[in-house]
């Protein structure tokens, strides 16, 4: 099986704001969220931590920067494969510069996996840049 993503559709998608909540929702379509979620958000202007509630349940967030020199795409999967052998083709339709990710009921970190996430680009860039080897007197 292949994963592509759509060329056309990376021209120009549209800016949003991105949520990650620790939630499984059912549903595939718009979601009046400006309404219903966002409005419940507080912001604790000391330490840049967030509250807020889902479905009755408190969520502990902060805001993360996507890594410089690269776009947070949010995919949608027009056509679903009948198997999983099958490719899967994707479209952009939004794309993002930060999100906001929810840990439920517990207090965000830099342990957490989707902060250790983000610097995974500049530990790739440091494994993957030739080394220089310089040779001292005595060294063959």
Known sequence: MSIHVNKNSLLEPEECECHLIPATIEHDSSANVAQFFTTTIEKNETNSEMTATFRGRQLQGQSVQVPEGYTGLVLKEPNKPFTEDEDRTFRATH??????YWNLETATCANDAIVKSMVWPQIAQAIHEPVEIKKTNGSS
């Open 95 to 100: 794309q993002f510069k930060n999100f906001t």
